[in-house]
């Protein structure tokens, strides 16, 4: 998927936004979190680390990616975000 959103970014102004996705569609998920969580766009950020919490436990490093759904779920929370919350916690209770 960084190979399609490249060009479509390519000449333009560097952005943080840019940088978090390039490195979401990378595959580095918890790096483009770290900017989100940087720039302020929590609930972004929180998305990525589900997604880096999925990635984590299919690689079979399930205290990474509990402390993800960890950090996910405070800010699903925070927010009500009851359909996030759920799926955290079921990604959650899978793990244990």
């Known amino acids: 998927m960084c190979t399609e959103v490249e060009p479509a ?15 979401y569609a ?9 900017l989100l969580d940087e720039m302020g766009a929590v609930v972004d950020a929180a998305y990525a680390r589900m997604r880096a919490a999925e990635a984590l ?3 079979g490093r399930q205290a990474e990616a509990d402390a ?6 405070a800010v699903f929370r ?9 799926e955290a916690e079921a990604l959650f209770a899978a793990s244990a």
């Open 9 to 23: 970014i390519a000449g333009r102004t560097e952005t943080r936004w840019q940088n978090a996705v390039l490195a």
């Open 68 to 73: 993800q759904v960890q950090q996910a779920l």
């Open 78 to 86: 925070s927010v009500g975000a009851i359909a996030w919350i759920n």
């Open 57 to 59: 436990a299919e690689s």
């Open 26 to 34: 990378a595959g580095d998920l918890e790096g483009s979190a770290g």
